[in-house]
């Protein structure tokens, strides 16, 4: 782990769909007594009705995504978004500078705590510019059929649903040429535990 002892560690964990990612995250927690932040449930939160991204998305895309206690419906949002890849990219401008603001904000939190080890974990980390933010990233790559069963047995999906997400989202290539080391999550727990390990105390 490239820090002295006077220095937070700042980890960008990213994978495709189904790759184990919450996995990892947890390892991280239970092993190095990490300080956790996933982008997504920030996101989730940062839409809240108190908060701040919630005014900006209901202006853009009117009270009909609303649930009857004003809360956002994401299933709705998100039905009238994916199919439209200028409303999807509206969205993305609202929610993800939101998100990066609050990580911003608890690194410098986590880092007057004397946080040492810092973890962000995002599907889009690269695509979002977090290599200036992060230390490092890793990669979390997955044989795709494991995924695929993952994602059946996790989340009910179909093979034809899994295959077409995992197909939507970058290749190994990509993630691979661009951080600076890969966790293979394709064994078991202590397999993946061991990689962790060896990577940190090197």
Known sequence: MKQNKDTMFILGITG????????????L???YQAFIIEADALAHD?????KEAYQQIVKCFGT???NED????????GQLVFTDRKKLAQLNGIVHPAVKKDILR??????ELGCRLLVIEAALLLEDGYQDICSEIWYVRTETEIRIQRLCQYRNFTRERALNVIHSQMNDTYYQE???FTLDNSGNQEDLRRQICQKLNR
């Open 70 to 77: 004003r809360t956002i419906d994401r299933t709705a949002l």
């Open 46 to 50: 940062l839409m809240q009705p108190e």
């Open 106 to 111: 608890q690194i410098q939190e986590q880092t």
């Open 29 to 31: 927690k239970e092993d």
């Open 16 to 27: 495709g769909i189904g790759s184990g990612k919450t996995t990892v995250l947890n390892i």
């Open 178 to 180: 661009r951080c600076q």
């Open 64 to 66: 009909e995504i609303l």
